[in-house]
């Protein structure tokens, strides 16, 4: 019965395993080819993957009661232990708390100029705003939501990445209805770490957890659609979700502490729901199989 279950166990971990490369795999193809193009070669890759080995082990997997330590880092992550101090050493790891939160002041800005009345025009739509109104214009904006951020600062940056244009009569004309960089490529590539990372954190939560602490995770796909009807599906989409993520954005921002500073409660959390659409063209796949 000892050695049966051993071969069972063992055949487990070989199903598990390979699962978890063929999810690799899938996870990593489409990363790679925004990658290559965009530079990076494998070596690089290969370096933050080291990184993110050392970091996880060091901060996320210690067992209760237990201290991080360089020997167990090396043990489970096959590294050496010369290695995990080269990289423990460097200081690369907390580099993208910057454009973070940059990312997060435009988003907030942006939300508030969408749902508050006091920015909006008479059919409820954000208005153009003056630049040198202090108290109901852009520089307003800023301060209602952005805190202590210098309004040119914020301005820059909405215009920067083709959120914000600024009119002929030199008001700020809102283009987007969220944080969406349209010029900016190194302002996309920070939300593909960020979107990315926070859809694998919720993946990894359901692996743990079910039932009622699961947290929602759902798709809906068909693999045989016309082009003109994927089409129309696009844009139906487009609309929907825009109009269910702004509802979302109202309901979260009466809680949200730093925006209400009435609210009271413990802790402090982290929330909020993301929303893509995905397509793929299938016949070039398959002619990419017979090439």
Known sequence: MGEYRAIVNHSADQNLESTLRRALRQVLRPLVRVLLRNGVDCHSVEEELRRAFVHVAMNELVPPGRRATMSRAATITGLSRKEVARLLGDDADGSDAPSLVGQNRAATVIAGWVRDVDFQDGSGEPRPLSLDDQAGGF??????YSGDMPYR???????????????????????????????????????????????????????????????????????DLPEEYAEQFRTMAAARLQALLEEFDRYLARGDRGLNPDVKGPGRRLAGVGMFYFERDLEDDQAGETD
């Not at 520089?139 to 209602?144: E, F, M, N, T």
């Open 139 to 144: 520089p307003a904006l800023v301060k209602r």
């Open 153 to 223: 600062t914020v301005l820059d940056e909405l215009v920067r990445v083709g959120t914000v244009e600024i009119m002929e009569d030199g008001r700020a004309r809102l283009l987007a209805r969220s944080y969406v960089p349209m010029r900016d490529d190194v302002a996309k590539l920070d939300i593909l770490g960020t979107d990315v990372g926070h859809l694998i954190e919720t993946i990894a939560h359901n692996l743990d957890h079910g039932g009622a602490e699961a947290r929602y995770q759902r798709k809906v796909l068909y693999d």
